[in-house]
C-alpha cells in the first residue's frame, strides 16, 4: 500500500495515509474528551477559569482572583480528582460518588445542568483562586472566543466544546509532524509510521484533551522546531524566518517553558555557523529571536513589574528575592534521582488529576529503552564527531537541531524541579510537559536506539514500539481508567488502586458502564459514549494496521531510493 509504483501515486497515498492517521488522532480525542469526567484534567477547572474570568471580565486575572461561583458550586457536584479529597469537606471523590443513592446522584446531575448561567461571571465566596493566572494568555484569549458564543449552554457543554476545540488544536501538529519527521529521516514510510505511533500514545492523549494550554504549546513547538529545521537550510527565504519568529514569539505567549526555545536557537545557529562561514545566519537568526520577542516581550515585562519575576510562575515569585547562586546551592539537597523517577512516570501514563499509575514493571519497559536511547545518542554523537557515522543512519545537520531543542527542555525541567523543591520541599516535575516536543523525542529514541541494533531490525522498531503503546492505551483505559471513574475499583486504605477483574463488569453490565461514563456530560443517553468507545477501538487498531502495513518500507535513515 505504502510502497509506491510512481510520484504521482506516492503523493495521492501518502496525502490519503495522513489524512487517515488524522483522522484516527481526532476520533480517539473524542472518546477520551467523553471518558474523563469534567475537572479530571489537569488543574481543568483552573484553566477553565482564566478563560470564564476573560470573557466575563475583559482584563486578564491575577492569581489572587477567585473562580467563578458556577465553577466553585460545581466542584460539590462532581466527583473531584483524588487530589482534591482533603482540599473541602463538601467535595466527593470518584471513591465516594459511586457509593451514593441513585437520587442523590441524579440530583446532583440535574442541579449541574441546571445552575444559572449568571453564576459564571460571579466570583466565588471560597478561597479558591485562579493560579494559572500565571500561565501566558495566548490559549485562553483563543478559547474565550467560542465560549463567548455558547455562553448559554450547560457547563459540561463548554467544557466538553473546550476539550474538543483543544483536542483540534493538538490535532494541527499531525502534519507538521509528519513533514518535520520526513525532513530529518528523509523517508516518507517512516514518517507516516512515527506520526501513526504517536496518535496511539494515551499519556498524550490524556493531556491534549482537557482544558488547558498544553494543547496549543504541542502544535508551536512542533511548528517552531518544523521551521528551525528549514531556517537552518536556507536562511534567505524570507518566509522562513518570518514562520520561526511568530511560532516561537506565539510560543512564549502559551507557555513559560517556550523560554528553553531561546537559547536552543541561538546554540542551533552557532552550531551552523561551524559549517557555514559568513554573518548572513547570524544576522538573522538573531532578527527571528528579536522578532519573537517582540512579540512576547510585553507579557514578561508585566510580570516583572508585578510578580518581580520574570516567568510569572508561582515558585518563581516565591523565590523572587533569593539569589541565583543561592538557589544553585540548594540543588545538591534536591532528590534528583526521584525527580528523574516521578517526571519519567507522568510522562509515560498519569491518570489525570486522579494520578492512577500502571504496574511498575510496565514504567520500567519504556524507561529501559529511554535509558538504550540515551546510551545510543551518546555512541552516535561520539561517532560523529570522529567521522564515523555510517551513512544508513541520520546526519547529524538536523538532528542537532532537535537535540538543541529537547536538551535545553530538559535544563528548564531541572530549573522547574528545583524551584518547586525549594518552595515545596518535592523533587518533582510534570512529565507531561514533554508532549510539546513528542516529535523530536520519538526521533531521537527511536535514532538512539537505532545505532546499537542491527540493521535488519531497525524495521521492527516503530511496529514494535506502536504495539506497545497500544497495548498500554488499552490497558489503562479498560483496567484503570474506566473501572475507577464509575466506581468499580476505589483507592485501598494505603493509597493504592484496587485491581480491576473482568467479572467485575457483571455486578452492573455494560450498558450501566457507559451510563455512569455519560454521568454529568453532554449525553443523556449511553449510546454516544458507547459509539464513541467503538470507533476509538477501531482507530487505534487502524493506527497498528497502518505501521504493520508499511514495516518494510520503514527506514530510520536515509534511502537512496525514497525521494525526500
Not at 484533551?209 to 524570507?238: K, W
Request: net charge positive.
Amino acid at each position: 500500500m505504502f510502497r509506491f509504483a510512481s510520484p504521482k501515486n506516492t503523493k495521492a497515498k501518502l496525502f490519503r495515509g495522513i489524512l487517515l492517521v488524522w483522522f484516527c488522532f481526532l476520533v480517539r480525542g473524542l472518546f477520551y474528551a467523553e471518558m474523563i469526567p469534567m475537572w479530571e484534567g489537569f488543574d481543568e477547572h483552573v484553566h477553565f477559569a482564566y478563560i470564564q474570568h476573560i470573557l466575563y471580565t475583559g482584563t486578564l486575572p491575577d492569581s489572587t482572583d477567585p473562580i467563578s461561583m458556577e465553577l466553585e458550586e460545581s466542584l460539590k457536584l462532581v466527583p473531584v480528582p483524588w487530589l482534591l479529597r482533603d482540599v473541602d469537606p463538601s467535595y466527593t471523590t470518584h471513591d465516594r460518588y459511586w457509593q451514593l443513592s441513585n437520587e442523590a446522584r441524579q440530583q446532583s446531575e440535574e442541579a449541574l445542568h441546571n445552575m444559572p448561567r449568571a453564576w459564571g461571571g460571579k466570583p466565588g465566596k471560597y478561597s479558591m483562586s485562579i493560579y494559572e493566572a500565571q500561565q501566558p494568555p495566548l490559549y485562553y484569549w483563543l478559547m474565550s472566543m467560542p465560549l463567548r458564543a455558547t455562553s448559554g449552554f450547560s457547563l459540561p457543554a463548554r467544557v466538553f466544546l473546550i476539550r474538543m476545540l483543544s483536542l483540534l488544536l493538538a490535532s494541527l501538529a499531525i502534519p507538521v509532524g509528519f513533514l518535520l519527521v520526513k525532513r530529518v529521516l528523509q523517508n516518507r514510510e517512516a514518517a507516516l509510521g512515527i506520526v501513526a505511533l504517536i496518535s496511539i500514545m494515551p499519556g498524550l492523549m490524556a493531556d491534549v484533551c482537557r482544558v488547558g494550554n498544553d494543547s496549543l504549546a504541542m502544535l508551536l513547538y512542533t511548528v517552531t522546531v518544523y521551521a528551525t529545521l528549514l531556517f537552518v537550510e536556507n536562511p534567505r527565504i524570507p518566509g522562513r524566518g518570518l514562520l520561526l519568529a511568530c511560532s516561537m514569539g506565539m510560543g512564549l505567549l502559551t507557555k513559560a517553558y517556550f523560554l528553553t526555545a531561546l537559547p536552543a536557537l541561538a546554540a542551533v545557529v552557532i552550531l551552523a555557523l561551524r559549517r557555514r562561514k559568513g554573518r548572513d545566519l547570524l544576522i538573522r537568526g538573531l532578527t527571528v529571536g528579536i522578532g519573537a520577542l517582540a512579540l512576547s516581550a510585553w507579557w514578561y515585562v508585566r510580570n516583572y513589574l508585578l510578580t518581580g519575576a520574570w516567568s510569572g510562575l508561582m515558585q518563581d515569585v516565591s523565590l523572587k528575592n533569593v539569589s541565583f547562586f543561592e538557589l544553585v546551592k540548594r540543588a545538591a539537597d534536591v532528590d534528583w534521582a526521584n525527580a528523574l523517577k516521578s517526571t519519567l512516570l507522568s510522562h509515560i501514563w498519569f491518570g489525570n488529576w486522579s494520578f492512577l499509575q500502571v504496574r511498575s514493571w510496565m514504567y520500567q519497559v519504556f524507561q529501559y529503552m529511554g535509558t538504550l536511547a540515551l546510551v545510543g545518542l551518546l555512541t552516535y554523537w561520539i561517532r560523529a564527531l570522529v567521522k564515523r557515522l555510517p551513512e544508513t543512519l541520520p546526519q547529524p545537520g538536523h538532528l542537532m537541531v532537535l537535540f538543541s531543542y529537547y536538551f535545553f527542555f530538559c535544563i528548564g525541567i531541572c530549573y522547574h524541579v528545583l524551584i518547586t523543591f525549594v518552595v515545596h520541599d518535592m523533587s518533582s516535575s510534570a512529565g507531561w510537559y514533554f508532549y510539546s516536543l513528542i516529535f523530536p523525542q520519538t526521533i531521537l529514541i527511536l535514532v538512539g536506539i537505532s545505532v546499537l541494533i542491527p540493521q535488519g531490525t531497525r524495521l521492527m522498531l516503530i511496529p514494535a514500539a506502536s504495539i506497545s503503546f497500544g497495548l498500554l492505551d488499552i490497558y489503562t483505559v479498560h483496567f484503570i481508567s474506566i473501572p475507577y471513574y464509575v466506581g468499580l475499583i476505589r483507592h485501598k486504605a494505603n493509597g493504592f488502586l484496587e485491581t480491576f477483574y473482568v467479572n467485575q463488569i457483571r455486578d452492573i453490565g455494560i450498558w450501566n458502564i457507559f451510563e455512569r461514563i455519560s454521568t454529568n456530560g453532554i449525553f443523556s443517553s449511553p449510546l454516544p459514549a458507547m459509539m464513541l468507545w467503538l470507533c476509538y477501538l477501531a482507530a487505534t487498531g487502524i493506527l497498528v494496521a497502518i505501521i504493520l502495513k508499511i514495516a518494510k518500507g520503514v527506514r530510520l535513515y536515509y534511502s537512496n531510493t525514497t525521494a525526500p
